[in-house]
C-alpha cells in the first residue's frame, strides 16, 4: 500500500454499535524527514515539544525502521514489529529515529467496546508497547480497512469496527503467548511475508531473498510453506489475484491495466492464473459480478 490517510465521520448509530473508527493511515518516514508528516488536521497534528492528547484510542503498527515514544509513565523504545497503543486523554509523543526512518500502519477508533477491551485485558495499562514481530494477518486486514474506507458504503463503520476488533485480539493473542517467543526461523518467515506482500507488482526472485535474509534457500522454502500452507511463489500469486478481484470489483481499470499493475508479463498469463485461483476468467469474473 502507498502512503495514504483517511479521517472518517461517524452517528449516534456508529456510538451505539460500540466502536467507530476516527482515521487510518499508513505512512512511510525516510531517514531526516520531519515527524509527523504534514497534512493532518489540528488536534492530530503535534510537535515533539508539545506531544498531545487524544480522545481517542490508537494503535500504531511500526513494520520498519526505530523510535522512542514518550508518555506521562515513561520513555520507551520502539522496534521493528513493535505496536504502540495509546488511550484516551493521555499525554504522548513519539517519532522514529532520524538515522532510520520508519513504516507505520495506524488507526484512531472510539467506543464503549474498545474501552471494555482495552480495560479487561489491560492493553496500554502498564507498557504502551506490545512488540509481536511480522503478523501478515495484521497488514492484511489493514488492506481490508482501506478497502471499505475507500468506498464508504452504508455499514463501512460497522465493518472497520470488526476489522478493528480482529487486529485487536491477534495483538492480545499474542500478548498471552509472550513469553513463548518466536523462533529465529518463523520471524523470517513473517518479515518474507511482509516483503512480499510490499512487491505484489513485482516478480520475485525466492532465492534473493532468502540470501538477503541471511537463510539458505532451501530451509526458507521449507519452512516458509510450512508456516504458510503455500509456496513463496504461491503465496506470492494468491496475493496478486486477490487484489486483482478487489480491482475488478470496485474499479473500471482494464483487464489489461490490472495485468499491468501487477507486475504479470502478459495478459493471458494473467487470465491463466486468475482462472486457475477462481475457476473464471477475469472477464467473467467482472461480468457476472456487475450483472
Not at 515533539?48 to 522512542?68: A, H, K, M, P, S
Not at 532520524?98 to 502498564?126: C, M, P, T
Not at 494477518?137 to 463501512?156: A, C, M, R, T, W
Request: hydrophobic share 35%; with cysteine; charged share 20%.
Amino acid at each position: 500500500m502507498n502512503d495514504t490517510f483517511k479521517y472518517l465521520v461517524h452517528n449516534p448509530e456508529d456510538e451505539a454499535w460500540g466502536m467507530y473508527l476516527n482515521v487510518a493511515g499508513i505512512a512511510s518516514v525516510p531517514l531526516g524527514a520531519d515527524y509527523p508528516p504534514k497534512g493532518h488536521p489540528r488536534g492530530y497534528n503535534f510537535s515533539w515539544e508539545n506531544g498531545r492528547i487524544l480522545q481517542e484510542y490508537q494503535l500504531n503498527y511500526i513494520t520498519e525502521g526505530e523510535g522512542v515514544l514518550e508518555t506521562s509513565d515513561g520513555e520507551y523504545e520502539i522496534k521493528e514489529g513493535s505496536v504502540i497503543l495509546i488511550r484516551p486523554n493521555q499525554w504522548h509523543r513519539y517519532k522514529p529515529l532520524k538515522n532510520r526512518g520508519w513504516k507505520e500502519h495506524y488507526l484512531g477508533f472510539s467506543g464503549s467496546f474498545a474501552q471494555n477491551i482495552f480495560e479487561v485485558y489491560g492493553l496500554s495499562s502498564d507498557v504502551p508497547i506490545i512488540h509481536i514481530g511480522f503478523e501478515d494477518h495484521i497488514l492484511h486486514i489493514f488492506q481490508d480497512i482501506f478497502n471499505v474506507i475507500s468506498l464508504e458504503k452504508p455499514g463501512y463503520q460497522q465493518i472497520c469496527s470488526g476489522l478493528v476488533i480482529q487486529i485487536l485480539g491477534i495483538i492480545v493473542g499474542i500478548q498471552k503467548n509472550i513469553s513463548s517467543g518466536n523462533s529465529r526461523v518463523e520471524t523470517l518467515i513473517q518479515k518474507a511475508c511482509l516483503l512480499i506482500r510490499e512487491n505484489l507488482d513485482k516478480n520475485l526472485n525466492i532465492e534473493q531473498m532468502a540470501e538477503g535474509l541471511n537463510v539458505s534457500y532451501s530451509l526458507f522454502r521449507s519452512s516458509f510453506k510450512k508456516y504458510t500452507g503455500l509456496s513463496p511463489n504461491q503465496y506470492h500469486l494468491s496475493l496478486r489475484i486477490q487484489h486483482a478481484i478487489y480491482l475488478l470489483n470496485n474499479t473500471d481499470l482494464s483487464i489489461k491495466e490490472i495485468s499491468f499493475n501487477l507486475g504479470f508479463c502478459s495478459i493471458f498469463y494473467f487470465s491463466k492464473v486468475f482462472k486457475e485461483k477462481t475457476r473464471q476468467n477475469p472477464s467473467c469474473y467482472r461480468h457476472k459480478r456487475k450483472g
